[in-house]
């Protein structure tokens, strides 16, 4: 099956500091999306980002399709930015909605 | 609206009891999910129903009984557990079907213990 690396695996941050989360995915995607979960447990939805570029507040997304990567930016980050990113994609050879999730990227944001 | 509910929020359960998780929408999404998380680890998709019929099954043991009795409503229902089933299960919806192109909208998710 498709696999899904997301890098860092743990990130530490000033409040106010800017990062950018990667995921790299192994075949063609037509479903990839942008989750924050927080430590309540719910996956909020960041992006709907197969391709292209998008930003809501002070994140924004790109997806480089042809080159199987991802990469969500944080700018002025804020302490509740803390929690895990996760990265989720459906392979175009998928039969339905299977999204398969990165391993995540653990953000603490500390003030 | 992009509401999914899960109730309980936390759920205790002995080996030997039953229990449902219960999940709603009402947004018209016509494709609802089971996934299970496991602490830290990503989710993972246990079944998929579209139009109210179960179209992906994965390899799941059948002391998970998924159940989906109307469009808006999504069951789970839990029999003669292990321990190893302790997870955060989380439901999920898209709409207006199960393609792989529909956005994905997770609910809060419903803590269970087994002991």
């Known amino acids: 099956g498709i696999q899904v690396e997301q890098s860092p695996p743990d990130l530490i941050l000033q409040e106010g500091a800017n990062s950018t989360l990667r995921c790299n995915f192994s075949?063609?995607?037509?479903?990839l999306q942008w989750f924050h979960q927080n430590p309540w447990g719910q996956l909020i939805n960041l992006f709907y980002?197969?391709?292209g570029t998008k930003q809501n507040g002070r994140l924004s997304a790109t997806t480089v399709a042809t080159e199987r990567y991802s990469l969500l930016y944080i700018s002025s980050s804020q302490t509740t930015d803390s929690g895990v990113y996760f990265c989720?994609?459906?392979?175009?050879?998928?039969?339905?909605?299977?999204?398969?999730f990165g391993g995540g990227t653990r953000v603490l944001v500390k003030p | 609206d992009t509401e999914v509910t899960q109730t309980p929020k936390h759920l205790v359960m002995g080996m030997t009891n039953k229990k449902s998780l219960k999940c709603e929408q009402h947004?018209?999404?016509?494709?609802m999910y089971w996934y299970k998380q496991k602490a830290k680890k990503p989710p993972e998709l246990m079944f998929v129903?579209?139009?109210?019929?179960?179209?992906i099954n994965e390899s799941v043991p059948s002391r998970f009984s998924p159940e989906c009795p109307n469009s808006s409503l999504l069951n789970l229902h839990l029999h003669a557990l292990q321990p190893e089933d302790s997870a955060l299960y989380l439901c999920?919806?898209?709409?207006?079907?199960?393609?792989?192109?529909?956005?994905?909208?997770f609910g809060p998710g419903t803590r269970l213990t087994v002991l």
């Open positions: 947004m018209g999404h016509r494709a």
């Open positions: 129903y579209s139009y109210e019929k179960l179209s």
């Open positions: 980002i197969p391709s």
């Open positions: 999920a919806s898209s709409h207006p079907r199960e393609t792989s192109t529909d956005t994905q909208y």
């Open positions: 989720a994609v459906v392979p175009i050879k998928a039969a339905g909605n299977k999204l398969t």
């Open positions: 075949d063609s995607v037509n479903n």
